[in-house]
C-alpha cells in the first residue's frame, strides 16, 4: 500500500509558493495582454482553452520538472493560439460557424421545436426555466427562444409591429416577409 505524503520537505513547499505566485501574476499580465476575448463568455473553443490554462497553471506550480519559463510559454501559445483563432473567425463566416457554430431557434411563436429540442439535447423543462428566468410566464406571450453559441438562451417577446431583426444569424424556421414584419 501507498503511503499518503504529507510534506515534501521545505524546499518543496517554497518552490510550490514561489513559483505559484510568479505564474499567477505572468497569467493575469498575459491574460490582460490577450484582451477583452479571453476573459469573455465562453464558446467552445475559448472552454477549451481555459481548461487547457488551467492544467497548465497546475502543471507550472507542482510539477518541478515545468520551469516557470516553459509555463509562460505554454500560457502565451494558448493565449496566442486563442487570438488566432478570433481573427480568423473575424473575418470569415465558415470559420465562424465552424469554431463557434451558429444560434438555435428551439421556440418559435410559442411552440417548442421538438426536432431541435432533440438535436441540441434539450428539454421542455429547460425552455420554460428560461422563460421564467427571463420574466415570462406565458410561453404565447414569445416570439422566439434562441439557444445561442455559448449555451445560454435568449428569450424574445412577441411584438407583432416590429421586425425580429435580430434573428437573422439564427439557424430555424425563421425569415422575415418583404415587408419588413415577423412572419
Not at 409591429?161 to 412572419?183: C, F, H, K, M, Q
Request: charged letters at 20%; zero cysteines; glycine letters at 6%.
Amino acid at each position: 500500500m501507498q503511503q499518503v505524503k504529507f510534506f515534501s520537505g521545505s524546499a518543496a513547499t517554497w518552490r510550490v509558493a514561489l513559483v505559484g505566485a510568479a505564474i499567477y501574476v505572468a497569467l493575469l499580465i498575459l491574460l490582460r495582454l490577450a484582451g477583452k476575448r479571453a476573459l469573455a463568455k465562453m464558446n467552445a473553443y475559448d472552454m477549451v482553452v481555459t481548461v487547457a490554462l488551467g492544467s497548465t497553471l497546475a502543471s507550472a506550480i507542482l510539477s518541478p520538472d515545468v520551469s516557470f519559463l516553459d509555463g509562460v510559454t505554454a500560457f502565451a501559445v494558448l493565449l496566442g493560439l486563442q487570438r488566432l483563432v478570433t481573427l480568423v473567425t473575424t473575418r470569415s463566416h465558415r470559420a465562424r460557424v465552424w469554431v463557434n457554430s451558429v444560434p438555435v431557434l428551439v421556440l418559435y411563436r410559442g411552440e417548442m421545436l421538438q426536432r431541435e429540442l432533440r438535436r441540441h439535447q434539450l428539454s421542455e423543462e429547460e425552455i420554460l426555466a428560461a422563460l421564467r428566468n427571463h420574466g415570462h410566464a406565458r410561453v404565447e406571450d414569445v416570439f422566439a427562444v434562441v439557444l445561442e453559441t455559448d449555451g445560454e438562451f435568449s428569450v424574445i417577446a412577441r411584438d407583432p409591429t416590429l421586425p425580429a431583426t435580430a434573428l437573422r444569424d439564427v439557424a430555424g424556421i425563421y425569415s422575415e416577409s418583404p415587408d419588413g414584419t415577423n412572419p
